[in-house]
């Protein structure tokens, strides 16, 4: 199974709300990613976890608080968004060794109005 | 800073063609190198992974070569269909699992 899902699929917030995006993998990876894709770009890396630990912010605001409750699950916690976070928001995996694939999720489609 | 570049960055085919698609980059320390597709709205579909030490790798109609020292790499494509279409993304990593991506090679094979 080299499955990582996400939820929800697409989410439409206001710039009040407080939301969270989920990912869930079960290969046994110990390294879990967030990254960010505007459209018609490349993502762009915004968070790594390693066991559990956060081990690399790129400079993210604030507003966006990501978790990592258990070796399986990554949550991306949302509060006072901008229109201009609208984007798709990716959930990766891999092992922590260097030298792995790293597997993507589809994605949950933000809008923020 | 790593820069990771795809050409060209819009590629349209008939049928049945084959196809190189390229990627180059600015730091040739690499730990490896991985070729995705994607679908447009979709998630990243991982293709082929080329660790620093290898030459290339396979996957069916697929092959991807890796030139370290030249910084380059290609994608080719052999006898493209039409469910070849897609966005494909070259993602190097030099610094311990952080994925550098390419702009992206949108590709349209044409029945």
């Known amino acids: 199974d080299t499955e990582v899902t996400q939820t929800p699929k697409h989410l439409v917030m206001g710039m009040t709300n407080k939301k969270s995006l989920k990912c869930e993998q079960h290969m046994g990876h110990r390294a879990m990613y967030w990254y960010k894709q505007k459209a018609k770009k490349p993502p762009e890396l915004m968070f790594v976890y390693s066991y559990e630990k956060l081990s690399i912010n790129e400079s993210v605001p604030s507003r966006f608080s990501p978790e990592c409750p258990n070796s399986s699950l990554l949550n991306l916690h949302l509060h006072a968004l901008q229109p201009e976070d609208s984007a798709l928001y990716l959930c990766a995996s891999s092992q922590v060794q260097v030298g792995y694939e790293q597997y993507f999720g589809p994605g949950t489609r933000l809008t923020v109005t | ?111």
């Open chain 2, 1 to 111: 800073k790593q820069e990771v570049t795809q050409i060209p960055a819009a590629l349209s085919v008939p049928e049945g063609e084959n196809l190189v698609l390229n990627c180059s980059f600015t730091d040739s320390a690499i730990y490896n190198l991985q070729w995705f597709r994607q679908d447009p709205g979709k998630g990243l579909t991982s293709l082929l992974l080329i660790q620093s030490s290898q030459r290339e790798q396979t996957s069916g109609r697929l092959n991807a070569s890796l030139d370290k020292s030249s910084g380059r790499s290609t994608l080719y494509i052999a006898a493209s269909q039409p469910g070849d279409s897609a966005t494909y993304l070259c993602a190097v990593d030099n610094a311990g699992n952080m994925l550098t991506f390419g702009g992206g090679t949108r590709l349209m094979v044409k029945p």
